[in-house]
């Protein structure tokens, strides 16, 4: 999460910026576990292959990546 954020910001995380996406990993990765078809019609919508990933890991971090791709801060770098 850390890494995606810096890629995208082009600045270190703040603590407080990773802690929330990591919890958001979390959230949504216990979702994906409990409802694995919602993770399936993601991964398949985004044409990904999952491989030997797990598919509930992946969709988790698709939806982090999601998040990383439409902050203010990364469709308005200067």
Do not use: M
Request: aromatic share 6%.
């Amino acid at each position: 999460a850390a890494y995606g954020l810096r890629l995208c910001v082009a600045r270190l995380p703040r603590e407080s910026e990773t802690t929330r996406l990591k919890a958001l990993y979390e959230k949504v990765h216990a979702e994906f576990e409990q409802e694995p078809a919602a993770a399936a019609a993601l991964i398949k919508q985004g044409r990904i292959e999952a491989g030997d990933r797990s598919p509930t890991e992946l969709a988790a971090w698709i939806v982090v990546a999601n998040v990383l791709l439409n902050i203010d801060e990364t469709l308005n770098k200067n």
